[in-house]
């Protein structure tokens, strides 16, 4: 069965990168612009995973993963952080907010599938072995 992912993203040009780079390895693909359509989107169509950004307008990427881990029906949903946050700590900040995963921006095209497959693999672990 085809693994459904949701990409939350209000930058275009990442969206239109993500959803090529998505398919071609096979995926399903939901996009949504701001933090609210993807809230909408993961409740009704449980993806997956989602590839979430953080700074984005209407709603941002942490109140929407709080959001989702809060609510019985999407808790178990997985969350990747997409930002450019890349301070020490950020990653600390962003997991306990309810994130699965962190990945700075700019985007590692040859690393991100790997990552997800990862997160789409069931196994003991929280944290994925692809950290930079």
Known sequence: MTKKILIVEDNVNNRLMLHDLLTHHGYQVLEAENGEEGLELARKQQPDLILMDIQMPVMDGVAVAKLLKEQPATSHLKIIALTSFAMKGDREKL??????????????????????????????GDLSPFEE
């Open 95 to 124: 997991l306990a907010a309810g994130f699965n995963d962190y990945v700075a921006k700019p985007i590692n095209t040859r690393q991100l599938p790997r990552i997800i497959q990862w997160h789409l693999t069931p196994k003991e």
